[in-house]
């Protein structure tokens, strides 16, 4: 088949493509670098043409009040683009408990995205993802200093990018699934206590602080960040992830 990865040079699209590739596919990763624009249109008909999927990994380029706009524009964009080239299979990846989340724009933002796909006219699928080993530091990054790092007791389900990709990859070569498919890591921990692991293996003697108004997650009520019944559930462990940084 002949697969169009939108957003195919980022941290997930770039492992999707080399997946695909591998598997015997035509995966062609297009991006801002190749010449497609999501937002203006720029280069989106040229790159969804004969395309029989297309996997949608574009991100917005922030988690704040702009967020809306983008998905909705870029959507747009490539349902409509999509449409017109007869794709037969649209795949985006989501976030488990995206609509649960009410109190956060880029939940919302994704929410919307999710249900731009089901009003749309090309059979989809969806993937959600629980929240990214990878992004462990950088959600520590936005609350810390020089001696203590604070983070809420939000209970999160980590999973590796390259177990991410290889479940886009598989949905992507498959039927579309006209509906969603839950993925997580094997592993729930609070996000305080992934902190001081994640600080304990860097060699890092700063102090983590449960402050349950720091950062990102301290929105999210309860579990609704972990994988649900249904979901597949990832072979990394996050020790041994963080073992081959």
Known sequence: MKIAVIGGTGLIGSQVVKNLTAA??????????????????????????????????????????????????????????????????FVILSIVGVDQVPDLVYYRAKALQEDLLRAGKVPFSIVRA????EFVEPTMSWTSD??????????????????????????????????????????VFALDELGRITLKAKGDTRTIVIDDTAGLFAAVKGDVLTAPADAVIAPTRYADWLATR
């Open 24 to 89: 015997g596919h035509e995966a062609v990763p297009h991006a801002l670098s190749t010449g497609v624009n999501v937002i203006t249109g720029e280069g989106v008909d040229d790159a969804v043409a004969g395309a029989d999927v297309v996997v949608n990994l574009t991100n917005s380029p922030t988690f704040d009040d702009a967020s809306p706009a983008f998905f909705q524009t870029s959507m747009d964009n490539l349902l409509a683009a999509s449409a017109k080239a007869g794709v037969g299979h």
């Open 130 to 133: 629980t929240q990214f080993m």
């Open 146 to 187: 020089e001696k203590t790092v604070r983070l809420p007791h939000t209970p999160i389900q980590p999973i590796a990018a390259a177990d991410v990709a290889a479940a886009v990859s598989e949905v992507a070569a498959g039927a579309p699934l006209n509906g969603i498919r839950n993925i997580a890591g094997p592993e």
